[in-house]
């Protein structure tokens, strides 16, 4: 059964920066992509950063040059380095895991997900 943890979020000022955590386990090698996703308060669910087993990385327009994504293969964990965060920023940010080949920022895209660590960036 395939588990995703995701820690690290918080209360960080404007500017600040954060790292999210994403911890996996009961992955096969069948996983092709992982991606961070978010959703604000009465806000629908949007792709942050992709990022393909080649390491091939996406991200979408609003955190571009200030957000990255990488991997630790040796913890199985995924990382979100989220830097100069802005109050916009606020949201529950979940990981997720596509077992098909390419990347997106599209819900249906991906097959597993976490159950979301908060992060709040205050004015």
């Known amino acids: 059964q395939v588990q995703l943890v995701e820690s690290g979020g918080g209360l960080v000022q404007a500017g600040g920066s954060l790292r999210l955590s994403c911890a996996a386990s009961g992955l096969t090698s069948d996983w092709r992509a992982v991606a961070w996703f978010r959703q604000g308060p009465g806000k629908t669910r949007e792709g942050v950063s992709c990022?393909?087993?080649?390491?091939?990385?996406l991200h979408a327009d609003s955190v571009k040059g200030r957000f990255t994504i990488s991997r630790d293969n040796a913890k199985n964990t995924v990382y979100l380095h989220m830097n100069s965060l802005k109050p916009e920023d606020t949201s529950v940010y979940y990981c997720?895991?596509?077992?098909?080949?390419?990347?997106?920022?599209?819900?249906?895209?991906?097959?597993?997900w976490g159950q979301g660590t908060q992060v709040t960036v205050s004015s």
């Open positions: 990022l393909t087993i080649t390491n091939y990385s």
């Open positions: 997720a895991v596509r077992t098909r080949p390419n990347c997106g920022l599209a819900t249906g895209w991906f097959d597993y």
